[in-house]
Every structure is written in C-alpha cells, then in structure tokens.
C-alpha cells in the first residue's frame, strides 16, 4: 500500500507521521501518534487532532497542544497516479525551536565567516544583517546599519534610489553589478555585488546582496585594456551611446600625468555621495566629459543625464527650459515638463552656469534648497530628485566679484567641487592624446597615419593650447585630413596654412629652431642627407632598424624619410 510505504518511509523525519487521503480520511499512522492521539483508520485525522480542525478551515502549518505538550503540525501533498495524499508530520514545538535557534546561531556563524560582504534588509527596507565582510568592504560597522533603514544607512535618504527596493517589487536579481558604495580615508571602494529577493509562498519577504571588493582585478582589467588599446586598432572607435543620455565614462579619459590621476580619484569620490557638484576648468578641457562619467559612476547611472548649456539658451527661455510651463503661462505656453523634471532621479548638468542671469541664479537657490520647482504660471509644487552638477568655465571667485554669479549660489552648488587644470599644466597628458587623436582620426578618414615627426611633436608639445583638448583635437583631425594617403607620419608640412602661420609666428619661432637643432634627420630634401641614409643602410646591409638606431631616430620616420627622398636598394635592383 502506497500509504504504508510512505509513512515508513518519512518516520525518520518526524516524531509523528499521519497519511491521509485528499478528505483527510486516516490511511497510516505511525504506533506514537496512534498513542498519543484516537485516531482511528477511515476516519477523519483533523477531529482526532484537535477539534478546532473539525472545519478544515485552520490555516497549515499549527500550533496543537496536547497534554500539556505544544506541538507543531505541518500538512504536505503527494500525488501519484491520479491519487491526492496527505501527509502530517507532527515535531515538539520546543525541539522545533531549539532547532531553529541552532540552524539561526549556525547560518549566522557562517555568513560572519565568508569573505564575501553580506547585506540582508526587509520588506520595509530595514537591515536585518551586516556581515564582517562587508564591515571591510565599506568601513562601516554593524551597530551603525542594521536595524537603519538602507538610504538612512547609506546617506542617498530616498528610498527610490534603493537597489533592494526595487529587487524587492520586481522580484528580479541585480547579477554581477560593478559600483562603489562608500570611500574610507578619500579612497573609494569598488565593489562587485548581485542582489536577489527571498520569495516565499509568492511573497517577497526580503532582499540579500553578496559582494566582493574587486578593486586589484578592476586594477588588473585597466591595465590589460589598455594595453590593448596600444597595441591594437579597434575595429570601431566611433562614440558609444549609453542609453540614458551619456556618451562617456571615466575610462574614455585620456591621460597618464599625476594631475589627471588625482582629479579621477576626486571625480570618483564625488560620485559615491549624492552632493551637488561644481565642476570648475577653462573651455575645452572636458567638463561634460568629467560630469557624465560621475554620473555613470555612481548608483543614479541607469536613471537620466540631462544636460543644457546655459550660455546657448536666451534669457527668456531658460527659465521654462529649466522649470516647465503649465497652458496659460504665457502666449502659446502649453503643459510642457522642465529640464529638472525630465532628470527624475538622475543628474542635471549645468553647463556654464556663469551665463545664468542673476535674476535666475536667485530662483536656481531656492530649488537647492527646497527640491522643488514651480511650472510656470502656477503656484503648485514638485518635488525634485535629481542630482545637480554645475560647470564654469571661470574662476567663481572673479564670476562673484564681477557680480556674475551671486555668492549664495556658489556656497550651494560648489559643497563639492572639481577643478580640472588645463592642457598646458599637463604635458605627458599632451602626447597621450596626440596618440589617440591621430588613431581616431585616421581610422575614421581611413588613412595610415601612425605617429608625426620630431620637429612637429616638439612644436604641439611646446605649444599653450588656449583651447585645451578641443583644440588639439581640431588640429590633429587638420593634419591627417592634408596627410596623403599613403604617409604614415604627420610633419610641419601638413598644416593648415592658416596654423602654419601662426605656429611659424615670431613667438613660436624659438620653438622651431630648438627643435631643428635636435633633430639627426632633417626633413628637408637635399643631397647631403639622402646620402648620409643611403649610405647608413648600405652599411647594415639595408637593416632600417639598425640604421635608425645609428641615426638617432625611429624606424617609422626613416622609414618615411626613404620614401620621401626616393632612396632605393640598388643591390635588391641588380
């Protein structure tokens, strides 16, 4: 009998074992059950059990008493071959909890073991645990968190912005996510993190993450990628879009000197907290660069960036830009969100935000301070949730003294700022960006440029860059769209007319004969010098290597400077 071999079957996992069939109708019960309850075979088990059961309506699993004993009744189904079975296991409540307790002391031990962090939060959004781990992953201790609601915890104070809330109502895990929660001592910690939701009985009842600090591979993966980048053309440099209004992260800025470093570090430290931001550099240096790459680096990157240049938009339409409008608020005025609106709990991004009339600069503080906007034309409120970054492209101390931006907006926007030096203070990050703008622009003009020569490199190295990256940019794109398509090196020659003036100018003429000077292969033809190459590769038996190193130069210049002079193998000839 089906019944019998089950109950034997299950003895071992409970006191008590009754099987009934789908009616509750007692097929098999176990010898102590039968002594400890009337029950009797074909006859009801729930009116043995307890009369409260008579009605079948008592909620599974529960509490029965029984001779001054509590024990807890728990009800499975079985199916087989059309057939419904019940199955009741009954276990002493005491032993059920002091076995709970076990299990309790004994999961905890182990989450306080594992290398990996873990976080534990309620439905409400509550901590409910905090491991040792993630103690060293984010410099916070477990009295500070648990018992604390998430954004209280974590100091973002919107529950919107909680990664556990919205695993919670999705009910769907956050897999293998790369951010950073925290910064101990100025220095951020990036952590690698999956978050899943704890669903029983189609409730979701709690959300766990587990997290790894995965800052020395992240260090490794860098440096791989960028090795890569050296060494091989990728088959698309066009711009990547992000899908919530970016283009850039930080890994798309270019550099190696120890200023541009530092201001990556700062950049990523704003990032972890949710202050407004002040982003401070003259034009061209990458501002929107900097601000969206904040924005992709910290919890708001899947939620919008919303950028607008203050300085392109007339007076009398900023306001309704930045505000919206409601129908009526003035001719032609319809319901229309603003800029702060569309940013939802995103970033805004300022730009230029010394060209905002001071009239404006006044209603911008107040929503700092509130967070909250008027349409235009009504007196409603709504509430606001995004970040703000704002740029200047002049020092704010002399914006405040000519009475261009006022000095309670500054203490606002500026509680964290950012000052990018410019290109001239930064000369190793001068020659990384030549590199990159040249293979950009070649491959997008498909040509075969692969470096330029001494004489020019020295001149944009020497060279101020009033106009910082943009500019260099602008010149390098001139200088491979006036390369031939066969040249592999950009040289003097190749400028525009325009910039070869005013390199060429008496304030820059210095420059040029220092570099002339320095040069072991001049880039102008004449005899002497095709014989000296000539000469120099017939000695080395036409090795271009070995007769770069005797001339002082690069194989890809010589190589250059053997095409250009019309110099050739007569013995490969013969």
Known sequence: MIAA???????????????????????????????LFPLQVGENAFDALAPSFANKAEPLPASIEKDGKEYLLQRHLFAQNEQTLQILLLNSATDVLASLKLKLVCYEEIIQSMNEGIVLSDAEGKVLMYNKAQEKLEGMKQEEMVGKYLWDAYK???????????????????????????????????????????IKDNQALAVFSISINDFHLK???????????????????????????????FDNIKGKSPAL?????????????????????????????????????????????VAINCAAIPENLLESTLFGTVKGAFTGATNQMGLFEHAQDGTL?????????????????RVLEEREIRRLGTNAVTPIHCKIISASNEDPKKLIENQKLR??????????????????????????????????????????????????????????????????????????????????????????????????SPQNQEIY?????????????????????????????????????????????LQYHIRKLGIKNHAQAD
């Open 219 to 249: 260090h490794l993966l860098d440096e791989t990628i960028e090795v890569k980048r050296n060494i091989i053309i990728p088959s698309t440099l066009e711009k990547r879009v992000l899908h919530n209004g970016t283009t850039y992260t």
């Open 156 to 198: 973002y104070y919107d529950p919107k912005l909680s990664e556990h809330q919205r695993v919670l109502e999705t009910r769907k895990p956050i897999i293998s996510r790369y951010g950073v929660h925290s910064c101990i001592a100025n220095i951020t910690k990036p952590v690698k993190y999956s978050s899943y939701p704890i």
């Open 5 to 35: 071999s089950l109950g034997q079957l299950l003895k071992s996992f409970a006191e008590h074992v009754i099987i009934t069939d789908a009616i509750a109708n007692a097929l098999w019960f176990d010898e102590s059950a039968a002594a």
């Open 349 to 365: 991004f300022l730009d230029e935000i010394n060209s905002m009339p001071l009239v404006l600069q006044s209603k911008l503080i």
């Open 407 to 504: 000095s309670d907006l500054y203490y606002r926007i500026a509680r964290t700022s950012l000052l990018i030096p410019p290109l001239r203070e930064r000369v190793e990050d001068t020659e990384v960006l030549i590199d990159y703008f040249i293979l950009t622009a070649s491959r997008k003009l498909n040509k075969q440029i692969k470096s330029l020569t001494r004489e020019l490199q020295q001149i944009l190295l020497h060279y101020r860059w009033p106009g910082n990256i943009r500019e260099l940019a602008h010149v390098i794109d001139n200088l491979v769209i006036n390369a031939n398509p066969d040249d592999e090196l950009l040289d003097t020659e190749h400028l525009p007319m325009y910039l070869k003036d005013f390199f060429q």
């Open 513 to 557: 004969q220092q570099t002339k000077s320095t040069r072991p292969i001049k880039s102008a033809i004449n005899p002497a010098q095709k014989r000296l190459i000539q000469q120099t590769l017939e000695s080395v038996d036409w090795s271009v290597t070995k007769a770069a190193k005797i001339l002082g130069t690069t194989r890809q210049n």
């Open 261 to 305: 470093k530092k201001i990556i570090r700062e950049a990523q430290n704003i990032a972890t907290h949710q202050t407004d931001v002040l982003i401070v550099g003259e034009t061209g240096t990458g501002k929107e660069l900097f601000a969206q790459s904040i924005h992709n680096y910290s919890k708001r990157a899947s939620s919008p960036f």
